[in-house]
């Protein structure tokens, strides 16, 4: 069965950092990979997907990257800003197409 | 239309009570899911539609728990003789499945207080 580790939980940085969230998953047998973000009594809105041939996709200041042979993907923010405040999660895929979400990482990016 | 829409958006309901959450995929979606998420965790998978396939209900967590697809767009998520453990946001997605990309699209959520 598998497992999806999001490290760190939480996170609080000032404005302007570059930061990096962490996924870990045990099975490296997937589909895809990808990253969502989650607003506080929202639903989940995706960021960019990695299918299991890539290496990393970007879009704007974010880039995820994935390493399947060592079950491990990352999502680097660039020059992070107060919006960018939200859980990250991410979500693994199989063969079924059915995605295993780890239970995220919550940011605040202080003024 | 241009996103998921759940519905309805908060119910309060009385333990023992049944309760029907509804989600309006996006048009041409094949694939449905059903997702719960509870205060402070992940979410959980409940039910999987693809087509006119069989569900995968692997996910569901006791029999009081059922749902349907009808004619391939709509989905209805039923829990019976609800329980206090019941409280959760029931999420729902819908994606396209293929080429290696099913990006799912995530309804607002369905929150479900069960008193």
């Known amino acids: 069965k598998q497992e999806v580790t999001q490290i760190p939980a939480a996170l609080s940085v000032p404005e302007g950092e570059n930061l990096v969230l962490n996924c870990s998953f045990t099975d490296s047998a997937i589909y895809n990979l990808q990253w969502f973000r989650q607003d506080p009594g929202k639903g989940l809105t995706s960021l960019l997907l990695?299918?299991?041939?890539?290496r990393e996709q970007t879009s704007g200041r974010l880039n995820a990257s994935l390493d399947k042979s060592s079950g491990r993907s990352t999502l680097y923010i660039a020059a992070s800003q107060p919006g960018d405040s939200a859980t990250y999660l991410c979500a693994v895929s199989g063969g079924s197409y059915i995605p295993t979400f780890g239970r995220g990482t919550s940011l605040i990016v202080h003024p | 239309g241009a996103g998921v829409s759940q519905s309805p958006s908060n119910k309060v309901t009385e333990k023992g009570k049944d309760v029907e959450l509804r989600c309006d995929p996006i048009s041409g979606h094949t694939a449905l899911y059903w997702y719960r998420q509870s205060l402070g965790q992940g979410l959980e998978f409940l039910i999987y539609f693809q087509g006119n396939s069989a569900p995968d209900k692997s996910g569901l967590p006791s029999d009081r728990f059922s749902a349907e697809r009808t004619g391939g767009s709509v989905s209805t998520l039923t829990i019976q003789r609800t329980q206090q453990e019941d409280s959760a946001v029931y999420l729902c997605?819908?994606?396209?499945?293929?080429?290696?990309?099913?990006?799912?699209?995530f309804g607002a959520g369905s929150r479900l207080t069960v008193l």
């Open positions: 997605a819908s994606s396209t499945v293929g080429s290696g990309a099913n990006v799912l699209t």
């Open positions: 990695i299918q299991s041939s890539q």
